[in-house]
């Protein structure tokens, strides 16, 4: 596993693919794949030191931003470009750390697509070790825009 500032081959600035936010453009430098294969798609970025937690580690915080937008960005390459997705629900289980410096590469499954739902699946390792394992499910959505529901009153 590289511990370097050479990004592999086969990654490609994840802003040069999607319109990214001003979020995750200030918050990671993700790379990917460009395209699908099958129902998988790989991504990767470097554990940097602004990433770091009290505990010396990348922070969870970092990490679950990551694999949402690992996996709302492989339900988007899915959808017709007038409909957009957001996260319904989101579940991680952070099971190892990782440390500056380390390229965490990620792989993201679409489980399912369907009318108004989709469901993916993905992990991040360091090398073999395996430090996150996620799940979620996203609302699709017509439109540019996401309108809240009224949940409570």
């Known amino acids: 596993m590289p511990t370097d500032s050479v990004v592999p081959s086969g ?3 994840f802003s040069a693919i999607y319109q990214s936010s001003g979020f995750e453009a200030r918050a990671f430098e993700l790379y990917c ?10 991504f990767g970025f470097r554990a940097e030191p602004r990433h770091i937690n009290l505990n010396g580690v990348p922070h969870g915080g970092v990490l679950v931003a ?4 690992m996996m709302g960005s492989v ?14 629900s989101l579940t991680c289980d952070f099971l190892n750390a990782s440390k500056v410096g380390d390229w965490l590469e990620g792989e993201v ?8 739902v989709a469901f993916t699946s993905g992990k991040i ?3 073999q070790l395996l430090i996150v394992a996620a799940s979620a499910k996203w609302a699709i959505v017509d439109g540019q ?3 809240p529901h009224k949940v409570c009153a």
């Open 33 to 42: 794949e460009p395209r699908l294969i099958g129902q998988t798609k790989r």
């Open 125 to 127: 390792r360091s090398g």
């Open 109 to 116: 499954c679409l489980e399912k697509v369907g009318r108004t």
């Open 11 to 13: 990654f490609a600035p």
């Open 75 to 88: 339900v988007l390459d899915v959808l017709d470009g007038q409909r957009r997705c957001a996260t319904i």
């Open 66 to 69: 990551v694999i949402d937008t």
């Open 145 to 147: 825009r996401v309108v």
